[in-house]
């Protein structure tokens, strides 16, 4: 089963920089995409092609965050949030439910500029975030989960690590946080297959950072340990365009 995930950064303006073309050539069996910046009416003109079906988890917040999956495998079932008010209204998390495990699409909140919103992110939604995971493995399938996490975990995963201590997305509390939660019975897929560094999913458009590969990998697939032996490769698509973040994937044997 091939999945992509990618932070769209508004799926409008990625429908018009070649969304629809991407999905063609990729030929995924799972799209979950992030920061959509849209409700589903926001887009009706769009002909969804190539047999997906399209599940919306939109903010209240017109115009801000959201997540969509775009799955041509039926799910059993498919719930958007974790089931808690007052991390549900900015429409970051959609699930479904696949028969050998659980597919979670999130949308991690961002502690933004001046750390505003560490305390909410690393003290209210990490925990509930993982609490949801673990509910989730105890109705007896394993879980991935995607999507722009914002957290570089490591050194290794930006450029300039020690220019960017506590800045958003690389706090100690942020990187700890996202420790805890792989010792808690995940991996780390892309790691799995690639050591090494210099692979960023996330690029400032200020600067050609891009064209100068001065990134951040902040977009992830992880998968529950015991499903380990199922995973064959994932990777990171730098080249392709249309969003500051690109996508990245994994392909599991189910």
């Known amino acids: 089963m091939k999945l992509v995930s990618w932070n769209v950064n508004g799926i409008r303006a990625a429908l018009k920089k070649g969304l629809h073309d991407y999905m063609e050539g990729e030929d995924a069996d799972v799209f979950c995409l992030q920061e959509t910046k849209a409700h589903p009416g926001d887009v009706r003109h769009v002909s969804w092609k190539f047999g997906y079906e399209a599940f919306w988890n939109s903010a209240v917040k017109r115009g801000y965050s959201g997540t969509a999956v775009f799955t041509r495998v039926p799910p059993l079932r498919v719930t958007n949030g974790i089931g808690i008010d007052a991390h549900d209204s900015e429409g970051r998390v959609i699930t479904l439910e696949f028969p050998a495990f659980w597919l ?57 690590p020690k220019g960017n201590r506590r800045n958003a997305g690389f706090t100690d509390e942020e990187r700890e946080n996202f420790t805890r939660l792989l010792a808690g019975g995940f991996v780390d897929t892309f790691r799995e297959f690639e050591p090494g560094p210099g692979h960023y999913t996330w690029w400032s458009q200020m600067g050609g950072c891009r064209a100068r590969n001065i990134g951040w990998r902040v977009d992830y697939f992880v998968a529950g340990a015991s499903l380990r032996p199922a995973l064959k490769r994932a990777w990171i698509s730098p080249e392709v365009p249309g969003s500051d973040h690109c996508p990245v994937g994994l392909e599991i044997k189910v």
Do not use: M
């Open 104 to 160: 979670v699409n999130v949308y991690q909140p961002n502690s933004r500029r001046g750390l505003t919103r560490l305390d909410y992110r690393t003290r209210e939604w990490d925990p509930a975030f993982f609490a949801y995971l673990k509910k989730l493995e105890g109705k007896g399938k394993p879980v991935v989960f995607c999507g722009d996490l914002n957290v570089a975990h490591k050194e290794i995963d930006l450029k300039n």
